[in-house]
């Protein structure tokens, strides 16, 4: 056996090089031999196995960076900051624990890929993008480490994302979307309870409020279960849509900031990617 790593040494907070060190041992143990990838990936066979070590925006770099995505198989490592993906996938499974499943042949599964389109380029993602405030929470979050590894300390993720945004509130646009291929997003946030990897479709998360309701709005998505009742919210599922926006906003996929835009165009191809 042998496979392909693609390995973030800074995810994580740097939590990611241990992670790598204990599953080098496990490839080691079980004589399999593997080929870290480049920053940038090409040319590799087809159908091969990549072993993913970091979190969702590791993932999602790689997602594209690699020009057909969907030849290969990809074995996700939750050694990220909140591995949001990951729990979704394989629930309560550390890097150890899913390396030792994967060798022993468990199952893969079948995932939806979505596609955003901003400023002419599209992008690829399998868990959220975002517009407007929650992508300046994010990319703020790509700023500011150190409040991000402090919270990150005390497994309290959500409330970094919450700090952040106390940040953003006094300069950014009150306006809030969230485009899920999944319920959990950064931390314990579920802007979108009833999405799912596997239905087809990409559910949206749309808050447009008075700026002094912001992180009330945000604080009812922690650990959220259920659609949330409330006029300054709607939720739209689609296969494709086009969003237009009045002025030119931030925008993330998986926690990667993009380039802002006054437009974003969002679509899904079912069951394209394949993940453990």
Known sequence: MSLYVYFNPKAGSGRAAQRWQEVQHQLLHAHVTWVELPEQPTDLPDASDILVIGGDGTFNQLLNRLPQPEKYRFILLPAGTSNSL?????????????????????????????????????????????????????????????????FNTLHLNELSYIAIAFRCWAKEQPYFLSLCNNRRISGNLYPCPNARLDDGTITSYELRCPRWRLHLELCRLIRNTRPIESPYVQYTQFAEHLFHFDHSLPIEIDGNPLSPATEVKVGVYPHTITLF
């Open 86 to 150: 990951c729990s979704q996938i394989s629930p309560a499974l550390s890097c150890v624990e899913k390396t030792k499943r994967y060798l022993q042949g468990a199952a893969f599964q079948k995932v939806d890929v979505g596609e955003l389109t901003a400023n002419k380029t599209t992008y690829r993602f399998i868990n959220e993008a975002s517009v407007g405030f929650a992508a300046a929470i994010a990319r703020e979050m790509e700023r500011n480490n150190r409040c991000k590894r402090f």
